[in-house]
């Protein structure tokens, strides 16, 4: 993860289970630094700590504002979550969109956050006007509305994509290797060996054909040594039937 990752605001969280939810979700997605402004319910009641699941250093650690204002005072760019259309001129980004621009800034030293509203009613025009940017996650129209802990994980998610997505993919071989060629043309020749009899393989232009598809179906993949071994085992038991 980037040395600096976004905020998140919660603004007036209602319920103290949904606050300890969000701090779970945080944890998941390595984010680290929890703001509430005027939460209604205690996020250090047993409710939010249990609900938090091994994440109560983040609610431990979060900062409690009177106000919005005060909440985001100090950072350089915020986006605002809602599902519903503002009547206020803003960029728009939907999830990913939104994250990576995120990305970009903490990378490049800015302080951001990520603010979400109360559950019952989502965040009020007021906090939005004080946002640079709205994420919008398109979501089915006739039911969008999403659980703050949710939306939490969801945009969170985002977030840490845009920081692992750079990381190539890798094969997992667990004790074994990927077979070379000559090994896996070798194997198709033993299975072609075991073919004479076969009606197809005795006419010329049918056993070319099949022997591409055969061969097409072990070279397109990476087949591992101990795959090989087995396909041979088996082979080799009904070969004796």
Do not use: W
Not at 44 to 64: D, H, P, Y
Not at 228 to 237: A, D
């Amino acid at each position: 993860m980037p040395n600096s990752t976004p905020c998140i605001i919660l603004v007036e969280p209602q319920l103290a289970e949904n606050i300890g939810m969000a701090a779970r979700a945080m944890k998941n997605c390595a984010l680290t630094e929890l703001r509430l402004v005027n939460p209604r319910e205690n996020h250090l009641s047993a409710k939010a700590l249990s609900a938090s699941s091994n994440s109560e250093e983040i609610l431990g650690q979060a900062k409690v504002y009177a106000s919005t204002e005060d909440a985001i005072a100090d950072l350089q760019y915020v986006l605002a979550t809602t599902a519903r259309h503002r009547d206020q001129t803003k960029m728009v980004f939907n999830a990913d969109i939104g994250a990576k621009e995120i990305f970009s800034r903490v990378q490049n030293g800015e302080k951001c956050g990520l603010m979400f509203g109360p559950e019952r009613t989502g965040l009020h025009n007021e906090d939005i006007c004080l946002c640079d940017a709205i994420i919008n996650v398109p979501l089915n129209p006739e039911h969008c509305s999403l659980n703050l802990s949710q939306a939490v994980l969801l945009l969170g998610y985002e977030f840490y994509k845009a920081v692992t997505d750079s990381r190539p993919a890798e094969l997992i071989t667990n004790h074994t290797s990927v077979a070379s060629k000559e090994k896996v043309l070798m194997f198709c020749r033993h299975i072609e060996s075991k073919l004479e009899r076969f009606a197809n393989y005795q006419d010329e232009q049918k056993k070319e054909k099949l022997i591409i598809n055969l061969r097409n179906i072990f070279t397109r993949r990476e087949m591992t040594e101990q795959e090989l071994n087995t396909l041979y085992g088996i082979i080799n038991y009904l070969s004796k039937e």
